[in-house]
């Protein structure tokens, strides 16, 4: 069965006639939206490959079905992006080598996104970042160079650089 | 150039999941929920009916239209135990083991697909379960195989040095015994590809999570039935891998379904079915002697390793070559006169055993360890003062081991006693008495490990080929081929480093190309990244470099000796003002004025074209029969504390220090110690694959198979050591096992450390709390009744 959806993802609203039993991970993906950094591994909300921001939140959009995100503001790490302009938070998972396959990467980013821009304190400590990525698995890395990626992000974001 | 993790960062990356082609179908599996069973019927009419269903392929097809798997390691000539299995990529008539694949179900989407692989109807006729190895080698259990003797797969036996000598010197002998879970090495990705079967021409293109194109193309063209030359296989972007890609076996019924339907056909395997489906490691009992003097000096080991293979299914012996490094890798990093070793391997109704980081090393490496623990606690000595007293010396190298290993250099007690500097070992064990009246339960782990890298072993795919092509493009950037994909671990990086810095070219101008079939090698695995195909890649380099000398003199009119390669420049250092850029020396090399502007010498010479390709193989190898090249070093020091209450175990402190010869590139060198710390920590305190008795996997998923989070995972201290390999050709040793080997030891030996109250040999992983309740609880009951 078929029902529309209106979803604004990553700036632009897009009116989707999309099957109705169909999950966030999977509509976005599609051929028609694209976003291939929204990974699919475990389906069950255990990984956080697919974390998506939906109304600011980070979520495991494999998790959410696609039509109870009706009306809803949908970023993923592509809409991070400034052009070809790298945001600060992955310049500074580039720069710490925060990602080896980078499969986990564009997850693990966007919870680290919401974390530091809703972070009103001066202080971050490494537990608070571990914490909040905590839902993004990741096998590669032993998390060492992401918190160090986070933390580095953090620093951009305090002398204001970030969008 | 954007460099790859822009690239990837920036969304832009290629994986097995992204790949998308015009009228391209899916393919779904449908696997046996028995472990063991008889297929009486296997019905796919119904999933045919569902409306984008274009076939069902079962075991019946692969019979028809494939050959068995082939042969990829084969020891039978050595008059060893060495049974393989003569099966199809799908079974027939049974089934061995939970979720192996009795049906694909091809259709023009994946969600029809999946509709109709539940609409799949098969009648099983279940059979009796052999769920572990040493139920496995008894005389009555069921086997696998009805033409083996037994389900022993494997018995290999080893003599190296003089076993008798050694326990007839010795003052005493420590029977030992450990046992390791069954883990999985699990990358967030599964595998996946593409197949494309070109009926016009008979010809096969595959795309997917491809650790070793070249393995896979040889493998996949033998199931087929198809000459080498007409199949193409290529890596894309790989979402980790750690060993577990290296196989190709549910890419053959890919690329039949591509073969009967016309089509491009996509499988994207969910993560449950890499789990259940996927290779498994580990899973192996320990037991032996080890014979030493009462000064704490090694003699010999007699020791068995009984491992549980799995099903003997799908990648026919690799699995079972896992044992030789388990074997050969007990010596370690010490002097003894003599081993006897022995390495049994038996199949089980289990998913299949294939590479994982470690591939054994860690096993031999692990035993040893652990045993040096005991015999010091016996002797009364620190654990890191037994090690100190037997290490091979600074001075010593090239040392040739007694099971042939030549050990190219090193400096092991200076490695250790930098680790207990840098997780001040004798202020916390200073302080352990106190912390004991507080109730806390601290304990200092201390290993030390080698890691044999580069493999080439005889009788098998593993022999040790590579192929490197270094070319200077027309334009001037310049590009580079090898076997070595790209799966996380900085092949491209490590490459790019190293072609620069030879040819004195911008970084950003090297290529590195992703790896497909076109060129022969056996890939990325036992760390041989950094140990053959960047000797290759080196050399090619080298090579090209005196041919740029060559042009560019020429060119320049200047003395060849004279020339400098720096930033990208090429110039005379009589004459630094008159400069070629490469992109200049490439187009006046092969364009204006072209070859015939260069001396006839190079043109007679055929030196004309700035393109080379070659190979590289060990230096010691050929001689010695080592089947390793290089052998880094490591040393862990952990810190933990152990809630007796809980079980639970938090990690305190960790600190590595590490001797990987020259760093090619430090940050990507660090990457790699963080990583496999942290799944040997997996594997020490979480990681479980636990069949139930009817040989199903409990433990299939990352809410049941516990990986660890970014809060289990410690903080690490890293520290290095370079002392250069003499035997590669940048001076680098393989890395990327030792962190896995060290971490999973260490924290074992912390958690026994701790106990030390209880006096409990922590001699089985995974220590899960619950395991470890039982231990403290086992513990006490003796203690209270010894009173």
Known sequence: ?163 | MENRETRLISGKGQYADDLDFPGMAHLVFVGSPHAHAVIKRLEVDKALKVPGVLTVITGQEMVKYTNPLPVQANFKSKGWTWRLAHVYAMPKDKVRWYGEPVAAVVAEDEKTARKAADLVEVEYEPLAVTGNALEALEPDAPKLYDDWEDNKQVHLKFDFGEPETAFEEADQVMHIKTREGRVTGLPIEGRGCVANYNLKKDTLEMWGSFQTPYLARHNIAATLGMPEVKVKINAVDIGGAFGLKIHAWKENVVALASKLTGRHVKWFEPQKDFIVTGPHQRDVFWEGDVAFKNDGTLLGVKATVTHDLGVESTNKGIAALSIFPACSAVPNMYRWKGMHIEGVGAATNKSFYCAYRGYGKDKGIKFIEHALNQIARKLGMTPEAIRLKNYIQPDEFPYHQINSYVYDSGDYPGTLKKALDMANVDEVRAKKEQYLKEGKYIGVGVISAIEPAGVAVPNCQMGGITQARVQITADGTIEVHSDRTEIGQGSEASHAIIVSNILGCNREDVLVKPVTSDYIGQGPLSSRGAVYPASAVAKAAKILKKKVSQCAAAFLKVDEASLVMEGGLIFSSNNPDEKLTYKELAEKSYFFPGPRGLPPEILKNHDHLLDVTTTWYSPTTPDSGSSYTSFCTSADVAVVEVDIDTGATKIIKYAHVHDAGTIIDKQIVDGQIHGGIVQGIGEALSERLDYNEKGQLMTSSFSTYLIPTAVEAPDIEVAHLETPSPFTETGSKGMGEAPIIGSKAVILAAIEDALTPFNIEVNESPATPERVRSWIVAARKEQEESK
Request: hydrophobic share 40%.
């Open chain 1, 1 to 163: 069965m078929k029902m529309p959806v209106t979803l604004n993802i990553n700036n632009t609203t897009w009116n989707l006639d999309i099957d109705a039993n169909a999950t966030l991970l999977e509509v976005l993906r599609n051929n028609v939206l694209n976003q291939q950094s929204v990974h699919r591994s475990c389906e069950e909300g255990e990984c956080g490959a697919c974390t998506v921001l939906m109304d600011g939140k980070p979520v495991n959009s494999c998790l959410v079905m696609a039509a109870s995100a009706q009306g809803s503001t949908i970023i993923t790490s592509e809409g991070l992006m400034r052009g070809d302009e790298l945001h600060p938070l992955m310049k500074a998972f580039v720069d710490e080598l925060g990602l080896q396959c980078g499969f986990c990467t564009p997850g693990m980013v966007m919870s680290a996104y919401a974390l530091i821009n809703q972070w009103e304190d001066e202080e971050l400590s490494d537990m608070d970042i571990r914490k909040a990525i905590e839902g993004n698995l990741c096998r590669c890395t032993g998390y060492v160079n992401i918190v160090n990626s986070i933390r580095r992000a953090k620093q951009a974001k305090d002398a204001g650089n970030w969008w």
